[in-house]
């Protein structure tokens, strides 16, 4: 019984973990498959990039609201705290809007627009090999800026990460929609830099919150200057993938990523996010039927083996 009891955590880690991990790369699916024609098998959601990008940020908004006020709500059941005006001063919690949670949205702006556009072209496996390549990269040259240095080990798989990634995208008949290519760059640099700037954030949750309240109004400005210049169409079936997206793959998605954060330390988390662009393009080959080409095959082998051997070299440094 008492090896069962002393399992049961460790089960539990494993399972959320997997969890979170699927989550995000349902991410790529679902846009993938939202921003589709609606075929004759009935697959694609027709829907516009700017429209499941306004859907998105505001489902996600609305999910992560609900699960910060429950969570501060028991928080303070538990200590016993609520009195007559308490309940408004855990409310107003989400309404503390500081320099860093400014900087956040912002950052997870650009990312929410730059990914929806690059999926009106690009397969879910390379969108997110690509968005998970910039994003790596990017905390990599935070790492490098900050002080941190690199020893032969790491210097070769950043290397060849890099050169992976350029692989990827060079001249060629297999080669990727550049500018498709250059917005998800852009978003995962954005990413990158959100995950650096909440670096330190005494409650995550609740700074993820925070930020994606802040894009709703941003969202729906830019859904209004993509209908200035491209025309809008909303179906059910493609508002609801939106909405899984942002509410669930998204919302609850980070709720399961941060509540298995502190157990997996910094560097097993960075390693068992190499996992995600395998899911989604394992996922884009099942479930939309995308090919997979000897080009992103090996660029993945060379993008995520780099990032690998980075990961392992910072673990091993004292």
């Known amino acids: 019984m008492a090896t069962d009891s002393a399992a049961s955590p460790d089960t539990r880690l494993a399972t959320t973990t997997v969890a979170a991990l699927i989550a995000f790369a349902a991410n790529s699916v679902l846009c993938r498959l939202a921003l589709l024609p609606t075929g004759p098998d009935g697959a694609g959601g027709s829907i516009d990039a700017g429209s499941f990008t306004a859907l998105r940020i505001l489902s996600g908004a609305l999910v992560l609201v609900a699960v910060s006020l429950a969570r501060r709500r028991h928080s303070t059941t538990d200590l016993g705290k609520i009195q007559s005006g308490k309940t408004e001063a855990v409310d107003t919690e989400l309404l503390r809007i500081g320099p860093r949670d400014l900087r956040q949205g912002a950052a997870l702006f650009v990312y929410m627009v730059g990914f929806s556009l690059a999926y009106i072209s690009l397969g879910a496996g390379l969108g997110a090999l690509v968005l998970f390549g910039a994003v790596q990269v990017t905390m990599l040259a935070g790492a490098l800026l900050g002080g941190e240095?690199?020893?032969?080990?790491?210097?070769?798989?950043?290397?060849?990460?890099?050169?992976?990634?350029?692989?990827?995208?060079?001249?060629?008949?297999?080669?990727?929609?550049?500018?498709?290519?250059?917005?998800?760059?852009?978003?995962?640099?954005?990413?990158?830099?959100?995950?650096?700037?909440?670096?330190?954030?005494?409650?995550?949750?609740?700074?993820?919150?925070?930020?994606?309240?802040?894009?709703?109004?941003?969202?729906?400005?830019?859904?209004?200057l993509y209908a200035a210049v491209a025309p809008l169409s909303i179906t059910w079936p493609g508002a609801l993938l939106a909405a899984a997206s942002?509410?669930?793959?998204?919302?609850?998605?980070?709720?399961?990523?941060?509540?298995?954060?502190?157990?997996?330390?910094?560097?097993?988390?960075?390693?068992?996010q190499l996992a995600v662009p395998v899911i989604a393009a394992v996922a884009g080959v099942l479930l939309l039927a995308e090919p997979l080409t000897a080009r992103l095959t090996l660029s993945s082998i060379a993008v995520l083996g780099g990032v690998a051997l980075v990961l392992h070299a910072r673990s091993r440094s004292p």
């Not at 941060?258 to 097993?268: D, E, I, K, T």
């Open 246 to 272: 942002g509410g669930l793959a998204s919302g609850l998605g980070y709720v399961l990523w941060y509540a298995v954060l502190p157990r997996l330390g910094a560097g097993r988390a960075a390693t068992v």
């Open 149 to 224: 240095r690199f020893g032969m080990l790491g210097w070769t798989g950043f290397a060849l990460a890099l050169a992976g990634l350029v692989w990827l995208v060079s001249p060629g008949d297999a080669a990727p929609e550049p500018l498709a290519v250059a917005s998800m760059a852009v978003a995962g640099i954005a990413w990158g830099y959100f995950s650096l700037s909440g670096r330190g954030a005494g409650e995550p949750v609740l700074a993820m919150t925070r930020a994606f309240v802040l894009c709703v109004p941003a969202g729906g400005i830019f859904l209004a």
